[in-house]
């Protein structure tokens, strides 16, 4: 029985091969059958990238769902999904009247948001679907506020307490 050393010459195919890839990798070359199978992977990377990107904009366009923390921040009214999340998390937000304590809760057109907003409360019925986080005008389009302006309040009555108003 012979007994093989780190210099023996004898070799396998596979091992001879290996120890080419290693040589060629740590002199900075790299074999043209692994750079063709990494372009590969990387072009169906890209490829399914892309088609899931699509299909996004897709089901965003044809009225589908959103989650709930991306469409209050694709509508601008927070500046961070983050941000929404939290509020979400902490019950804040209600769709339909029902507590929602998930940011992953799923909204479509026609559900009622009930949010607070600054120090106001903002009641909105979700239109349609946001498939980026545009500008203003863009966002607006998101939803109908279904509170009445300011303007278009009554004046505030005389009061015990707030005798000032007239």
Do not use: H
Not at 125 to 138: F, K
């Amino acid at each position: 029985m012979t007994q093989r050393t780190a210099a023996s010459p004898i070799r396998s195919t596979a091992t001879r091969s290996t120890a080419m890839a290693n040589a060629m990798t740590t002199t900075g070359q790299q074999s043209p059958a692994r750079t063709a199978k990494d372009a590969g992977a990387d072009a169906t990377a890209l490829f399914m990238e892309g088609a899931a990107a699509a299909s996004r904009d897709a089901a965003a366009e044809a009225g589908g769902r959103q989650r709930l923390d991306k469409w209050l921040w694709c509508a601008r009214f927070y500046k961070s999904r983050t941000q929404a999340a939290k509020l979400c998390a902490d019950g804040l937000i209600r769709i339909n009247r029902m507590p929602v304590t998930k940011a992953a809760q799923v909204v479509k057109p026609g559900d009622v948001l009930t949010f607070p907003w600054g120090n106001k409360i903002k009641v909105v019925q979700v239109s349609r679907i946001g498939a980026r986080r545009g500008p203003g005008d863009e966002a607006r389009g998101l939803y109908l506020d279904l509170r009445p302006a300011d303007a278009d309040l009554p004046p505030p009555r005389a009061t015990a307490c707030n005798p000032a108003v007239i």
